[in-house]
């Protein structure tokens, strides 16, 4: 019987209308890609290791300066980034049925109300998760430990293979 989580995840978001044939391709080619862009101009990274995923968060195209007077717009932006990337984070676990040990790196937040909030942010996208998640809270340095409950083989273990020769993974 063939694994449907891909499908099942891409159709549980009910805000979103049944996708066309090309909206669907993109949207698998996008759990099998490194980077993730987010709307804003920012974007993800995935990395991984056996049992264990970094997602590093990144502005893209640099926003406001880090002047006295400006620094308040930046903190601004650094947040709307991070809570961009909550949700884009949530689907991509869910798209790519992500486990194990999970570290998020958002992007250092000065203000810790600031961190607060994307914590919150995340904890809420998580709870329309059905997979099982713990998540351990934001630290200083704006990193999210988590584990998550792996419960089938993801598209990049079931649409790649080793290459034989470097170790890398190909379609």
């Not at 805000?15 to 890609?33: C, D, F, G, Y």
């Not at 810790?112 to 059905?130: C, F, G, Q, S």
Request: net charge negative; charged share 30%.
């Amino acid at each position: 019987m063939q694994d449907n989580s891909l499908f099942q995840a891409l159709f549980d978001e009910q805000e979103h209308a049944p996708l066309s044939v090309s909206e669907l391709t993109a949207e698998i080619k996008s759990t099998l890609s490194r980077r993730v862009d987010l709307p804003s101009g920012g974007y993800l990274i995935f990395d991984y290791a056996e049992a264990f995923t970094v997602i590093d968060v990144n502005t893209g195209r640099f926003v406001g300066s880090r002047s006295r007077s400006s620094g308040a717009r930046l903190e601004d932006t650094i947040t709307k980034n991070n809570l961009e990337a909550v949700k884009e984070v949530v689907r991509q676990l869910r798209l790519r049925d992500i486990g194990g040990i999970i570290v998020i790196d958002f992007i250092d937040m000065a203000n810790p109300k600031n961190r607060a909030t994307v914590e919150e942010a995340l904890r809420n996208e998580l709870e329309r998760d059905r997979t099982k998640t713990y998540v351990v809270e934001i630290s200083p340095l704006g990193l999210v430990e988590m584990t998550r409950q792996n419960v089938t083989d993801g598209p990049r273990e079931v649409m790649t293979k080793k290459c034989p020769t470097c170790g890398g993974e190909f379609v």
